[in-house]
């Protein structure tokens, strides 16, 4: 019996360690059901899927000072005349639109304080276009305004000493009037370059001064849209990556002169360029109010309600509403 029970010990043995492997496994479950689970948890984390962005408050990129250049008097047709190299390669990789509508009268003071402001005349009350310190400054909240009360500094170096009455001085860290040439007013910045500026107004003279001796587009004038030009490039130099740059004018013109309704002194040109700029030709109508607004929105300030201007999203990447093209009526 012994010898027996020895010889089935062997399968015995097979038989237990089958039995142990057997209960070792872990039971079977459906498999659907942790597919399931973590469908629901993806769902539940992630946006879901747009055809297109979504407007924000503020756009995505990181912009920590904004640059607003004006050139007083430029036509767009300028650009490609004189030619401006520096500029056409800049809109190249930048937002842009060569048929912006400026205020009526197209004149420099009315126009700026428009630009500044986001206000039809109308509303700031410039109507005058000589430096008379009597007559006080543009009515209405202003892009300084916004960005004073933000704890941002401002800087202001111009061709004409009228600017000022655009908007406080108690906003303004510096105001710089410079009256030379646009090299000059450029030379003047970077020799003394603010570091720590969160918006910096410039502004060429030149063009529109010589428009009012020569002629618009003659060749004298398209001479110096050349150097302003070069400014351009030398400015182009000291900004960073953190830059929004806004390049346009006040007023185009005609013959020796301008303020009137007139296409060729309403029309301007608007070139924006820096972080999370959606590089191309702008489709949506434009208004030189629109300048302060977009500057406020890139820099995530609030925007007044009763200004005229509103953001230029489009150049953002960001959908547009329907507009009217004229803002401002006389």
């Known amino acids: 019996m012994f010898f027996i029970a020895m010889k089935?010990?062997?399968?015995?043995?097979?038989?237990?360690?089958?039995?142990?492997?057997?209960?070792?496994?872990?039971?079977?479950?459906?498999?659907?059901?942790?597919t399931a689970e973590l469908t629901a948890t993806w769902t539940a984390t992630q946006p879901p899927a747009t055809s297109s962005p979504t407007p924000s408050?503020?756009?995505k990129a990181?912009?920590?000072?904004?640059?607003?250049?004006?050139?007083?008097?430029?036509?767009?047709?300028?650009?490609?005349?004189?030619?401006?190299?520096?500029?056409?390669?800049?809109?190249?990789?930048?937002?842009?639109?060569?048929?912006?509508?400026?205020?009526?009268?197209?004149?420099?003071?009315?126009?700026?304080?428009?630009?500044?402001?986001?206000?039809?005349?109308?509303?700031?009350?410039?109507?005058?276009?000589?430096?008379?310190?009597?007559n006080g400054i543009a009515q209405g909240i202003d892009l300084f305004d916004l960005t004073h009360a933000a704890g941002m500094k401002n800087y202001m170096f111009v061709g004409k000493e009228k600017l000022q009455q655009v908007t406080d001085a108690a906003n303004l860290e510096r105001f710089v009037y410079v009256n030379d040439r646009d090299k000059v007013v450029m030379q003047t910045l970077l020799a003394d370059f603010p570091p720590d500026f969160g918006l910096l107004f410039i502004h060429f003279a030149t063009t529109d001064d010589m428009g009012h001796v020569y002629g618009w587009l003659s060749p004298e004038q398209l001479s110096v849209v050349f150097r302003a030009d070069e400014a351009i490039g030398e400015l182009l130099s000291a900004l960073d990556d953190e830059t929004l740059l806004i390049i346009t004018a006040d007023h185009g013109g005609h013959n020796l002169t301008h303020g009137t309704s007139r296409p060729e002194d309403m029309t301007i040109p608007w070139i924006i360029s820096g972080p999370g700029i959606r590089a191309g030709e702008l489709t949506t109508p434009i208004h030189i109010?629109?300048?302060?607004?977009?500057?406020?929105?890139?820099?995530?300030?609030?925007?007044?309600?009763e200004w005229a201007g509103i953001p230029v999203l489009e150049a953002f990447g960001q959908p547009v509403e329907p507009r009217e093209a004229t803002v401002c009526l006389r």
């Open 8 to 34: 089935r010990l062997p399968l015995i043995f097979v038989l237990l360690f089958l039995l142990a492997c057997n209960l070792a496994q872990p039971t079977a479950v459906p498999t659907s059901q942790p």
């Open 57 to 59: 408050a503020t756009p």
């Open 62 to 134: 990181v912009i920590r000072r904004v640059v607003i250049l004006s050139m007083d008097g430029l036509r767009p047709e300028a650009i490609e005349l004189a030619p401006m190299a520096n500029l056409l390669n800049l809109m190249k990789t930048s937002a842009y639109s060569l048929t912006v509508q400026t205020v009526h009268p197209s004149a420099t003071l009315p126009a700026h304080s428009s630009m500044l402001t986001g206000l039809c005349p109308s509303k700031h009350g410039v109507d005058w276009n000589d430096y008379i310190p009597q």
């Open 289 to 305: 109010t629109d300048t302060a607004a977009t500057a406020a929105y890139a820099l995530g300030l609030p925007i007044p309600k």
